[in-house]
């Protein structure tokens, strides 16, 4: 939810969000956790050299790398941050 | 007392704490900075990283802390009368409940969006973090026992509730293929899925366990605990997406409309209390101190609140602003809610009272869920069936979450040992298995003292935590400090007491058969609670010591 969408916002549209944060919020969540999960594998099948996992980078890496730059930070941070048994619970 | 003169004192009490009490917290110590970007702006990611409103983080907090435990608690509890367990929920809330909930947030926030495992490491130990992380996954084992008996007992005690929690559970996994599959419109989806849960609950009334299956298996525990295991099992293997998501959308729904015409229920009828205020200090499920104050958790205080605020909500708090009206605001709604429980099991009749907790806390819920619809003319016999179902719904929501967790947890820990346990299935089996064990042989109050304990234990941590945070960065802590102090002396006082109780029967042979396996099990976990939270007591108590003679340093070379 953006600022301007936020903005437009009065009484309905602050109960309108508190429904969809209530009933939709967390699938929307675990449906993105899933699809990023899957994405940063891939990456890390592909790129993991770049994190130091002895991969050697194939031909198809270099030819995916301009498609991969845009993410390159997120799934760093992502890979690198420290997680722990909580992670999956929220 | 009337009931809506609890309800008054509640919102009176919210408005207090929240306007003056936690804005002074948020103004004067925390600081709380419009322009600080948070860790969901600094680190978005567009996954758990997110810049979100608040008002949809006030509703997924909501939806994330208020489970069966806000309305079980007080039920239980009031047995030492009504005016202890409502002077406790109004205390404990406001003087320790908002403080956990926001100040876990803002730690994690201040703390780059940090989960309990780094934060404990950074700030008091490595061993801490171990001892943390072992504790946490007993914690959801007794969480899964705790709230499966919920399940059975409710199961047994109302026969419309299995047939409404099926039509509830094919309306969900509808849900799912509708969204996901079929990609239909969400309030088509959603009118359609409701529609059917709530058809469920009339069948339910039309067609009671008894008829279906017989008496002899609708009051059978080991059927309704296998039921409640094996809908978690499938909820752990299958992906998130087909069974538990859309089961808990659907859920959301019958939850919400219930309570929402619930309180109107109450102020249309405004009945008195009935059960006598105080019943005397110590009860057949123990002392008043330490007992009731680990009986009532969520609705005072709860560890649980503290993984969701610093693990989810902190990561896409946009604004540092916005954690008081999500960490503290949320708080109090659940107060709220914890008054509405209290206020159900608080005005039925004694006699009535007493016949109804020996079934389980789900059947004193939904006579009340029953009387107050029935104010907005639902049939007694249709409101009865969806207070169960709303019941059961609260209490599976939390444990299919628990087990798929414990899948994870099972794979984390054990993966090194054997291969094997990195299979979804023997992770989910196992945990599975420990949570049926704990339903069928331990005495359900019992049970739910110790979660309780170890929720209020949890919490305890979480301010224990919270201090060292605010000590190594030099901040005033005496207002998080002393409700850990509180919380953990009654918590750890709670845990043996209840461990002692169970295992002396053990050890005097004064328990066989199954209750022998339940009283054994809940006491070894009870005690080893106890042992890890000494620990870390210990590393935390060293930490504090650590940060003060840091600061008396550094107020010396200034000098």
């Known amino acids: ?20 944060g209530v009933a939709a919020h967390d699938s929307a969540r675990f449906a993105l956790k899933s699809r990023a999960s899957m994405e940063h594998l891939f990456i890390l099948i592909t790129m ?43 | 007392m009337n009931s809506v003169f609890v309800l008054i004192i509640g919102f009176i009490v919210s408005f207090i704490g929240y306007k003056f009490y936690a804005k002074r917290i948020d103004t004067n110590i925390i600081k709380a900075d419009a322009k600080r970007a948070t860790p969901a702006k600094m680190y978005m990611d567009g996954v758990e990283f997110m810049p979100t409103s608040k008002n949809i983080l006030f509703g997924y907090q909501f939806k994330s802390i208020a489970g069966a435990a806000p309305i079980i608690g007080p ?73 499966g008996n919920v399940v059975v007992s409710t199961a047994i005690g109302l026969k419309a509730a299995p047939m409404a929690w099926l039509f509830l559970t094919i309306a969900g996994v509808f849900a799912g293929q509708m969204i996901y599959r079929w990609k239909k419109d969400i309030i088509l989806t959603t009118v359609v899925t409701v529609v059917i849960a709530l058809v ?43 069974f538990a998501l859309p089961i808990n959308y659907v859920a959301s729904y019958i939850v919400f409309l219930g309570l929402f015409f619930g309180v109107i229920g109450i102020f249309i009828l405004h009945p008195n209390f009935n059960l006598p205020a105080y019943t005397g200090f110590n009860i057949r499920i123990g002392p008043i101190w330490p007992i009731m104050f ?59 009272y007493a016949a109804a907790i020996q079934k389980g806390p789900g059947v004193i819920f939904s006579a009340g869920v029953s009387r107050f619809l029935g104010a907005l003319g639902l049939p007694a ?48 089996f196992i945990a599975s298995v420990l949570g ?10 019992y049970l739910w003292v110790l979660f309780g304990g170890a929720n209020q ?36 006082a709670a845990l043996i007491y209840t461990s002692y109780s169970l295992l002396s029967k053990v050890l005097s042979g004064a328990v066989k058969g199954e209750a022998l396996v339940g009283n054994t099990l809940m006491g070894l976990v009870g005690f080893f609670l106890v042992l890890a939270a000494l620990v870390l007591a210990t590393e935390g108590f060293k930490a504090f010591r650590r940060y003060r003679t840091i600061r008396a340093e550094a107020a010396a070379a200034k000098a």
Not at chain 2, 111 to 140: C, D, Q, V, W
Not at chain 2, 308 to 324: F, I, P
């Open chain 2, 200 to 242: 469920g609950i009339w069948v339910g009334t039309q067609l009671p366990s008894d008829k279906v299956v017989g008496a002899d298996l609708a009051n059978s525990r080991w059927v309704w605990a296998i039921a409640a295991f094996v809908f978690c099992y499938f909820a752990a293997v299958l992906p998130i997406w087909r």
């Open chain 2, 436 to 445: 049926i064990t704990l339903v069928l042989t331990g005495w359900w109050q």
């Open chain 2, 381 to 428: 016999e249709l409101g009865r069936a969806y207070g169960s179902v709303m019941m059961i719904v609260l209490a599976v929501t939390i444990m299919q979450l628990v087990i798929r967790f414990m899948r994870v947890a099972t794979s984390e820990l054990l993966s090194d040992v054997s291969p094997i346990f990195r299979n979804a299935h023997v992770g989910t």
């Open chain 1, 1 to 20: 939810m953006g600022e301007d969408d936020k903005k437009k916002g009065g009484f309905f549209q602050a109960v309108k969000e508190f429904v969809y």
């Open chain 2, 75 to 147: 039920i239980i509890a009031i047995q030492w009368g009504w005016l202890p367990a409502l002077a406790w929920i109004l205390m404990g809330a406001f003087f320790i409940g908002w403080v956990q909930d926001y100040s876990s947030s803002m730690m994690a926030m201040r703390n780059e969006g940090a989960s309990f495992g780094g934060l404990s490491h950074k700030l008091i130990s490595p061993r801490a973090r171990i001892i943390l992380l072992s504790f946490i996954y007993f914690y959801l084992l007794l969480i899964a026992g705790a709230f």
């Open chain 2, 294 to 352: 680990v009986t009532i958790a969520c609705g005072a205080i709860s560890g649980w609140h503290s993984i969701v605020s610093s693990s989810g909500t902190a990561r896409q708090l946009e604004n540092e602003l916005d954690a008081r009206p999500v960490g503290a605001g949320v708080m109090f709604v659940e107060m709220m809610l914890a008054l509405f429980a209290l206020i159900i099991a608080g005005t039925i009749l004694p006699a009535e």
């Open chain 1, 48 to 90: 993991g050299d770049m994190l130091g996992v002895p991969i050697l980078p194939p031909y198809y890496s270099l030819r995916l790398l301009p498609y991969v730059v845009p993410q390159i930070s997120t799934w760093k941070r992502r890979m690198l941050r420290e997680k722990d048994l909580t992670d999956a619970l929220a």
């Open chain 2, 457 to 492: 234990l949890m919490a305890s941590l979480a301010l224990m935590l919270v201090s060292a945070w605010l000590m190594s960065e030099g901040r005033s802590a005496a207002w998080a400090f002393y409700p850990m102090i509180f919380m953990f002396i009654t918590t750890i």
